[in-house]
């Protein structure tokens, strides 16, 4: 069973983001960039799969900029075989992702695609159940157990309230949550060992070419700031405040 | 133009998270429909019906609606797409699972999570666990939206919509429900809620989070929640985690003890009216967002505060 894990590079999780002050985007110059912390765990679910014989290959896929060949080269350190790059400087929306990650698909015929629930970025938390729907599989969101038997996978889902158990027919579409694994470090062997796994570098138009945008950013801005309050010396004062001051109990 | 309101509900109840999805449609158009798939909708129908300003309320029923299958779902509103230019659904695990999936069938941009319409075609949603907001311009024709429910006020009481039946829709071929684990819980809903109690790493143990945080949110009427740490270790559900990938809430009083304040916890929380922490280290980045700080060891400090809510009447 081959399964695809679509990963990408995106702003490392330990560093604010700032606006930039002509309201274009996000300063993204010098920032520490690393792999999307859900594709990471994505990564490590798939590997675990191929270590317990499941899976027979892991390919690791991302569309982006050169430098995302960093980010596939994480996901081979950590197991995966080979990767495919889909280089382009744009900043492709879900939907587009989401096309040619079915194209990928088309080409690769995986049996499953694991992939993170949302990238820390964008937090669209979207392409993965547009892949589903494209590729017309069925879907299981917010992984956080995942057992392949046969042609079905069975998913646990963390929902609203508790958890969903589902089961899939093969080929399906699976995406991340936080809680399905704690993704491993790669050790320096295995970072050795990835500088020697291949990274196919593709266009775009390999992979049916980039559509119109549908959204436009009209501006990016800084959310209201919360200014720091005071500090309170015990309990009896801080009821006080929140009585009288504050009105809330 | 029309807008389908997509209800949250669990078969049973209508939650008021599809109130306050009604409010930020209204903002797009003042035709609302509201949907409610699901099975045995009836008394949740009824409900969405005195919701005022919804035009009309359709219902469908199947089996896998009422699991909110997304596959089962999308498919039940695509054929309705004829006559609606948007839908709009609270952002809930239900409304993320089926409304991207719903905008690929349609071949648009799904918009997640928004906190305001700024007219019918332009959205401000958060991006980088809300330490940025952006204000996007749809060029789609159908407009596929998850809103966040904290931001928008529920519509009133009062309407009389009338109910329809509609088709169900084909189901979900691949994809079989095995089983649920819902927790069950006396205490009012995290998303809704006025007044919120979290817990972070420092409680130590599911014991100690459930001695020390449970009974000073019983005494305030609270919801729980927790870090993700605390969730991580098993001190707390999954579903209690505030965050940029857990629930956001917006509450009066939200109390955070021994949580340090990472920004996917802020992600979540910042928005509330008044923030309390509680944490040794006086120089946690809590302490930055928080209306009132309390530098104390919660072990002692949550026994005075569970006394000073008593000696003023709580
Ligand atoms: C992709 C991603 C998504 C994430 N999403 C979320 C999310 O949705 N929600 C979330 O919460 N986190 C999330 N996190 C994790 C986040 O980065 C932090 O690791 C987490 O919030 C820390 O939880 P904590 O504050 O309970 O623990 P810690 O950071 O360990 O803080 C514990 C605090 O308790 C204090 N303390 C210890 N003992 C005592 C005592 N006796 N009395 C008083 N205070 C005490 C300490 O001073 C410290 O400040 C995410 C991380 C990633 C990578
Ligand atoms: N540019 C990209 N390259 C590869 N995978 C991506 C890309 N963008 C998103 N994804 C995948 O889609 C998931 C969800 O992202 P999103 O819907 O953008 O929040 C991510 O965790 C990745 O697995």
């Given at each position: 069973m081959k399964v695809l894990v679509p990963v990408k590079r995106v702003i490392d999780y330990n560093v604010k983001a700032r606006v930039k002050s002509d309201q274009s985007g996000v300063d993204l110059a010098n920032v520490k960039m690393s792999m999307n912390p859900f594709c990471e765990i994505a990564v490590e679910e798939a590997v675990r799969l191929q270590e317990k014989g499941v899976a027979s290959e892991v390919v690791a896929v991302s569309i982006g900029p050169a430098q995302a060949q960093e980010t596939i080269r994480t996901a081979l350190a950590m197991g995966a075989e080979r990767g495919i790059l889909i280089q382009t400087d744009a900043d492709p929306e879900p939907l587009e992702v989401a096309k040619l990650l079915a194209a990928v698909a088309k080409a690769e015929q995986p049996s499953l695609i694991l992939m993170g629930k949302q990238a820390i970025d964008g937090d669209n938390n979207a392409v993965g159940q547009m892949l589903s729907a494209l590729l017309d599989w069925p879907q299981a969101t917010f992984a956080s157990k995942i057992e392949v038997a046969g042609d079905t996978v069975r998913v646990t889902r963390e929902v609203d309230g508790g958890l969903q158990t589902l089961e899939l027919d093969l080929p399906a579409v699976v995406t991340a949550d936080l809680r399905l694994n704690e993704p491993r470090y790669a050790s320096l062997p295995n970072i050795m060992k990835a500088k020697r796994k291949t990274i196919d570098v593709k266009s775009v138009d390999d992979f049916g070419g980039m559509g119109e945008a549908h959204l436009k950013v009209l501006k990016v801005t800084e959310p209201p700031k919360r200014i720091a309050g005071v500090k309170v010396e015990n309990a009896a004062e801080l009821v006080a405040k929140l009585k009288t001051e504050a009105g809330v109990i | 133009?029309?807008?389908?309101?997509?209800?949250?509900?669990?078969?049973?109840?209508?939650?008021?998270?599809?109130?306050?999805?009604?409010?930020?449609?209204?903002?797009?158009?003042?035709?609302?429909?509201?949907?409610?798939?699901?099975?045995?909708?009836?008394?949740?129908?009824?409900?969405?019906?005195?919701?005022?300003?919804?035009?009309?309320?359709?219902?469908?029923?199947?089996?896998?609606?009422?699991?909110?299958?997304?596959?089962?779902?999308?498919?039940?509103?695509?054929?309705?797409?004829?006559?609606?230019?948007?839908?709009?659904?609270?952002?809930?695990?239900?409304?993320?699972?089926?409304?991207?999936?719903?905008?690929?069938?349609?071949?648009?941009?799904?918009?997640?999570?928004?906190?305001?319409?700024?007219?019918?075609?332009?959205?401000?949603?958060?991006?980088?666990?809300?330490?940025?907001l952006e204000t996007v311009q749809s060029r789609d024709s159908k407009k596929i939206i998850t809103g966040r429910a904290t931001a928008f006020k529920p519509a009133e009481e009062g309407g009389s919509a009338p109910i329809?039946?509609?088709?169900?829709?084909?189901?979900?071929?691949?994809?079989?429900?095995?089983?649920?684990?819902?927790?069950?819980?006396?205490?009012?809903?995290?998303a809704g809620a006025k007044i919120v109690v979290s817990g972070g790493r420092a409680m130590g143990s599911a014991e100690e989070f459930h001695r020390v945080i449970e009974p000073l949110a019983d005494k305030l009427g609270a919801a729980v929640g927790a870090s993700r740490a605390a969730v991580d270790a098993g001190y707390a559900p999954n579903d209690y985690q505030v965050g940029q990938t857990g629930k956001v809430v917006a509450p009066q009083l939200y109390v955070a003890i021994g949580i340090s304040g990472a920004i996917q916890h802020l992600a979540g929380m910042k928005d509330s009216k008044v923030i309390v922490a509680i944490n040794k280290d006086a120089d946690a980045p809590i302490f930055q967002v928080a209306d009132y700080g309390l530098v104390a060891d919660y072990k002692t400090a949550v026994p005075e505060l569970m006394e000073a809510l008593t000696a003023a009447g709580k």
């Open positions: - | 133009m029309a807008v389908l309101v997509v209800a949250d509900h669990d078969n049973v109840e209508l939650k008021d998270t599809t109130a306050k999805t009604v409010t930020a449609a209204r903002a797009i158009s003042p035709d609302v429909d509201v949907l409610v798939a699901g099975q045995g909708v009836a008394a949740v129908a009824a409900q969405a019906a005195k919701i005022a300003g919804v035009r009309k309320v359709l219902t469908a029923e199947s089996d896998a609606l009422g699991r909110h299958i997304a596959e089962a779902l999308s498919a039940c509103v695509m054929p309705l797409m004829e006559a609606y230019d948007a839908v709009l659904t609270p952002a809930t695990s239900v409304g993320k699972n089926f409304a991207p999936r719903l905008a690929a069938l349609l071949d648009v941009a799904p918009i997640s999570e928004i906190l305001e319409v700024v007219d019918p075609t332009t959205f401000v949603r958060p991006i980088y666990a809300g330490n940025a329809e039946a509609i088709d169900p829709g084909p189901g979900a071929e691949h994809t079989r429900f095995v089983s649920d684990e819902i927790v069950k819980s006396d205490r009012p809903e995290l």
